[in-house]
């Protein structure tokens, strides 16, 4: 559409200022294959078999990325691994009771090799489902995990100095919460701690496995439009310092001058000057990875603020942080790393709350298959399906009327701008509100976050009269409610609003 195409142009003319304000939605890859053909009601296992309508139902919601989650090759030691092991037994009986061997699929994160994963294609079956996506005014997203790769990786036994090992000179047996039996170390967050034992721990501080890596980089940047990077911050120098030292030292590396991550994106954009890089960080290091050059970064912060409900707290986050920052940040209220948002904020009509709000924020605005639905049980990376939900029709009418609103050049293109509320009823406190303006275009959103009704004030400077009618229309988007108000009444003394618990009103204006 319109917006789509002037997106684009605008993107052109003023890269340098600006980061567009996005949408993207995220599919775990095979999950969705088996529901298709369950909808189908015939065999789609492979890419090349998914409906051009599927893609195109995304197109029509307004998104610009598809995440197609889980997309590369896996190998025999993780599948074991999720087939077999006692805890993570115990949380698929959890989530889905009744599960079976066949429901076991093997994580997605636990990568062989930057190859499509050939129980559901090859690269050509990429490299077309992108040239769809396009088509359709849609970007292909897809995975790169940098922090580590699968057990049985062929690098683990043809290049073990890519990895983190045990300290030179320490004999076997090492200890096995942090280390395989070779002495390579296992994925971690922490240098050790939470192991994710189906996966080896790289070393960015050896120059070959660094550019090892970003030719891998350049390989998925080759294949798609934008790239989400897992767990992106534990390759930043000060965090495989503060993790692995002691190992690394051992073996004569010392801390390389430059980031990886600087270098790597450099590379990757002076030969795919498009592609756009997503970090999956949390606390204390998203400005950081913005810093190294990520377009966006993922927003925990604000996702537990919302799950805690401290309005004081949230206000805080939106008016403490730069609008650069909050621009490059990617907005969710779930995603496969988390819980429904059903079941995080405790109900679909305060989830629908904080989606009312998160997804109304400048930068980019990510949404996670199932969430239209209103589902509330997870659906685990290492399995194929969920258990069966029953749709809650309310959520799912809420999102197509959010998604109506936002699909918008206002939302896409405009300036934000946070406002405060004047607190004369005495609810005042329980609104958040911010304008869009975007030409011609204006919105005012009013959130209440809280559990009961609020009211204020709000002062609209840049209310205009209408072909020289101060009488004005303002419509709430929301509820199509009109209503008429003076437009040097609004400038000066404000609009009058009353907003429902755990809603909204957004005004055009």
Not at 11 to 30: D, G, K
Not at 484 to 507: D, E, H, K, P
Request: charged share 15%; aromatic share 14%; hydrophobic share 35%.
């Amino acid at each position: 559409g319109k917006s789509r195409q002037m997106k684009g142009i605008t993107f052109l003319l003023f890269l340098a200022v600006a980061s567009a304000n996005v949408s993207m939605f995220e599919i775990s890859t095979r999950p969705w294959l088996y529901l298709l053909s369950q909808k189908y009601g015939t065999q789609i296992t492979s890419l090349s078999d998914i409906p051009v309508a599927e893609f195109k139902a995304i197109a029509d919601q307004g998104f610009d990325y598809v995440w197609m989650m889980g997309i590369w090759e896996l190998g025999a030691y993780g599948l074991h691994f999720d087939q077999t092991n006692p805890q993570l037994q115990q949380q698929y009986s959890q989530t889905l009771p009744g599960w079976t061997q066949d429901d076991v699929i093997g994580s997605p994160y636990a990568i062989t090799e930057y190859t499509c994963n050939p129980t559901i294609g090859s690269d050509s079956d990429i490299a077309n489902m992108k040239q769809t996506l396009n088509s359709l005014g849609l970007k292909l997203m897809l995975d790169f995990v940098p922090n580590h790769s699968a057990v049985d990786c062929n690098w683990t036994t043809t290049n073990p100095s890519y990895y983190i090992r045990a300290p030179k000179g320490s004999q076997p047996p090492y200890d096995p919460n942090i280390y395989l039996p070779s002495g390579i170390a296992y994925g971690s967050i922490c240098g050790g701690c939470g192991p994710w034992l189906d996966t080896a721990q790289f070393n960015y501080w050896d120059n070959d496995l660094r550019q090892a890596r970003t030719n891998q980089v350049l390989k998925v940047a080759s294949l798609a439009d934008a790239i989400r990077c897992d767990v992106a911050y534990l390759a930043l120098n000060q965090v495989i310092q503060d993790n692995w030292s002691p190992q690394l030292t051992s073996w004569g590396y010392t801390r390389p001058a430059t980031e990886w991550w600087s270098d790597v994106i450099s590379a990757t954009k002076s030969k795919y000057p498009d592609v756009v890089f997503l970090a999956e960080v949390y606390q204390p290091w998203p400005q950081a990875m913005q810093d190294v050059g990520f377009d966006y970064t993922y927003d925990k912060q604000l996702y537990d603020k919302l799950g805690n409900g401290d309005l004081d707290d949230i206000r805080s986050w939106l008016t403490s942080n730069t609008q650069s920052f909050i621009s490059k940040s990617a907005h969710f209220v779930s995603n496969h790393d988390e819980l429904r948002a059903v079941s995080y904020f405790g109900s679909w009509w305060r989830a629908d709350a904080a989606a009312l709000l998160t997804f109304t924020l400048p930068g980019m605005r990510f949404y996670w298959m199932g969430q239209f639905q209103g589902f509330s049980a997870r659906l685990l990376v290492q399995l194929r399906r969920e258990a069966t939900q029953t749709p809650i029709q309310d959520v799912t009418k809420f999102y197509n009327s959010l998604l109506n609103i936002t699909n918008t050049d206002v939302f896409n293109l405009g300036t934000w701008t946070y406002v405060d509320v004047i607190d004369n009823q005495g609810t005042g406190w329980r609104l958040i509100a911010y304008r869009w303006e975007y030409n011609n275009q204006k919105r005012l959103c009013v959130i209440n976050y809280s559990d009961q009704n609020g009211g204020g004030t709000i002062v609209l400077p840049n209310a205009q009269a209408i072909n020289g009618n101060d009488t004005i229309p303002v419509t709430d988007l929301l509820s199509g409610n009109t209503y008429y108000r003076s437009a040097s009444g609004l400038r000066s003394s404000g609009l009058n609003v009353v907003v429902n618990s755990w809603y909204a009103q957004i005004f055009s204006y």
